[in-house]
């Protein structure tokens, strides 16, 4: 297979392979932001399905989590059943999807709906909206388990620059798709139905790309590694990171008759999957693969969990200045696209470790800054730079993964995404949400004492219990007291940002002790899997 751009481009198989798998990718950020734009906008799915914040929330979590199940799940059997049966069954995904989606928007748009029959319509509409979600999930989760595997075997030789220009598939199509969606506003308003037809295009494009194409021999099967190797690289330790974040997150979505019932199942679940998994392989897992999962957590957090957070701080200028917001994600979307495309003389210039180190200073400073930014040149020039510094992460990370633990296959390189992911469901997202419930406290207490106590509701998440302003005590003190409260929590939930450095500065310095480590071995260079008899 290719090995680099100049075989690319003469391989006429090898070509189709690549860009249909950055297609399929392309798909993924269509699904993303047409159901973020369906869901945050309050003339969509909430209007139509009666959403409050916290239901229309689980509606659009109900489209993440499956993700990581699935480019777990798959990892494990993508070699044995072939990255083609893997791409038809993320394409049926989608179509599971618009089909059910489809059925929801009938069902709460038939005539004569009123009172009962309403509440009714929307319930139902909204279980079936809520399965294809959980099935959508499952398709990204699908296309990512076997894009990555067959790009990081095409370029065995240059994994984290081509790693890097496939993964701007997905800024590059939260640019287009942003657009189409934009553009599509009007029509949508009338029929959100077209926002569904979107995501058929490039699903359609990359099923005619991959359907016929000859896919590579995954590198590790062509090695001569057993399947037990592969097992044995991720190890005991990170079947049971692994384990545990599906196993809670799964948990926490089935509605148990008793609550109680949740912690000894799920964690007796667990026990016995970890145990059977080390028994077969018989290892602990290469530290430097634990490593690089412990790192994942915080990366995730940073690229992904603050991102919500972000937008919220630059929606209101943009809509001031009479804009979409969503040219907000377009803009910082754009920047990772291009910058993707040219990370090969990045990459060989710092090496990946390198430019992991300056994306982590970069997003420490453009989250120090957003922190405190005002005004929408101001907020867009803080954007910027933390879109310059989260760029190169996810890739990077899994090029790093790739090039180290060849013999991982498909499980290590599509594992440790996945850690990331319910990493960012389960804990990132929420402790992001908990620190900045704890600065508008802070910052109540300090500019109207004794007010928090009349307006806060208890909660619990993962780490525990937590504190929050609770809207209808907010609005209880009346118009103007609301308002005054309303612009403290603004204020004081940009500047929580403050706290969320900590993530790459915990990352910072672990990628600096990499490279002093790789360093004192000789320097940073790629593991190559000695040829054997190919295996299954």
């Known amino acids: 297979m290719a090995q680099g751009a100049a075989n690319l481009n003469n391989d006429k198989n090898s070509k189709m392979v690549f860009w249909g798998c950055f297609v399929a990718l392309i798909t993924?950020?269509?699904?993303?932001?047409?159901?973020?734009?369906?869901?945050?906008?309050?003339?969509?799915?909430?209007a139509d399905f009666g959403l409050d914040e916290v239901q229309a929330q689980a509606l659009f979590g109900a489209g993440l989590w499956p993700f990581a199940i699935s480019i777990i799940v798959f990892s494990l059997i993508i070699d044995r059943i072939g990255y083609r049966v893997a791409m038809i069954f993320s394409f049926i995904c989608y179509g599971c999807y618009a089909a059910l989606a489809l059925a929801a928007y009938a069902a709460v748009n038939a005539s004569g709906l009123e009172g009962q029959s309403l509440v009714d319509a929307q319930a139902h509409g909204l279980k079936l909206l809520t399965i294809g979600s959980i099935i959508l999930g499952l398709g990204n989760g699908t296309v990512e388990a076997f894009i990555n595997p067959v790009?990081?075997?095409?370029?065995?030789?240059?994994?984290?620059?081509?790693?890097?220009?496939?993964?701007a598939g997905w800024p590059g199509g939260l640019v287009i798709g942003g657009i189409l969606t934009i553009l599509l506003g009007s029509q949508a308003a009338d029929d959100w139905r077209i926002l569904i037809y979107l995501i058929a295009i490039p699903a359609a494009v990359y099923l005619i790309m991959l359907i016929k194409v000859e896919f590579p021999i995954n590198e590790r099967v062509a090695s001569g590694t057993s399947y037990r190797?592969?097992?044995?690289?991720?190890?005991?330790?990170?079947?049971?990171?692994a384990g545990f974040l599906i196993c809670k997150r799964l948990g926490g979505v089935i509605p148990w008759p008793d609550p109680k019932w949740e912690d000894p199942v799920v964690y007796g679940v667990l026990a016995v999957s970890v145990l059977a998994y080390g028994a077969y392989c018989r290892s602990l897992g290469r530290p430097l693969l634990l490593f690089m999962c412990i790192i994942m957590m915080p990366l995730a957090t940073t690229e992904l969990g603050t991102d919500a957070a972000i937008t919220g701080i630059m929606e209101a200028p943009m809509t001031v200045a009479g804009y979409n917001?969503?040219?907000v994600l377009i803009y910082?979307?754009?920047?990772?696209?291009?910058?993707?495309?040219?990370a090969g003389p990045i990459v060989h210039k710092l090496g990946p470790l390198g430019l992991l180190a300056m994306s982590a200073g970069l997003a420490i400073l453009g989250l120090a800054w957003l922190s405190i930014a005002s005004g929408m040149l101001v907020i867009f020039a803080a954007a910027t730079l933390y879109a310059l510094g989260k760029t190169f992460f996810w890739p990077t990370t899994l090029g790093v993964v790739s090039e180290q633990c060849p013999k991982g296959g498909a499980l290590t390189l599509n594992a440790i995404a996945g850690i990331g992911m319910l990493t960012?469901?389960?804990?990132?997202?929420?402790?992001?949400?908990k620190m900045q419930e704890d600065s508008v406290k802070v910052a109540l207490d300090e500019k109207k004492p004794g007010v928090y106590e009349?307006?806060?509701?208890?909660?619990?998440?993962?780490?525990?219990?937590?504190?929050?302003?609770?809207?209808?005590?907010?609005e209880a003190l009346g118009e103007t007291e609301a308002k005054e409260i309303g612009e403290i929590q603004k204020v004081a939930k940009q500047g929580a940002l403050l706290k969320v450095t900590v993530f790459p500065i915990f990352m910072l310095i672990c990628y600096i002790g990499l490279i002093f480590?790789?360093?004192?071995?000789?320097?940073?260079?790629?593991?190559?899997?000695?040829?054997?008899?190919?295996v299954e």
């Open 325 to 327: 917001p969503l040219w």
């Open 229 to 241: 190797e592969m097992l044995a690289e991720f190890g005991v330790i990170g079947a049971g990171i």
């Open 454 to 474: 009349k307006v806060y509701k208890d909660g619990t998440y993962f780490f525990g219990g937590y504190t929050a302003v609770d809207g209808a005590k907010v």
């Open 517 to 534: 480590y790789f360093k004192s071995r000789g320097g940073y260079k790629p593991v190559e899997i000695e040829g054997g008899d190919p």
């Open 332 to 342: 910082t979307s754009a920047i990772m696209t291009v910058l993707r495309f040219f």
């Open 424 to 433: 960012v469901g389960i804990v990132g997202g929420p402790l992001i949400g």
């Open 28 to 46: 993924t950020a269509f699904a993303f932001i047409t159901r973020a734009f369906l869901i945050n906008d309050g003339r969509f799915w909430k």
């Open 151 to 167: 790009v990081a075997t095409m370029f065995s030789k240059n994994k984290t620059q081509w790693l890097n220009i496939l993964h």
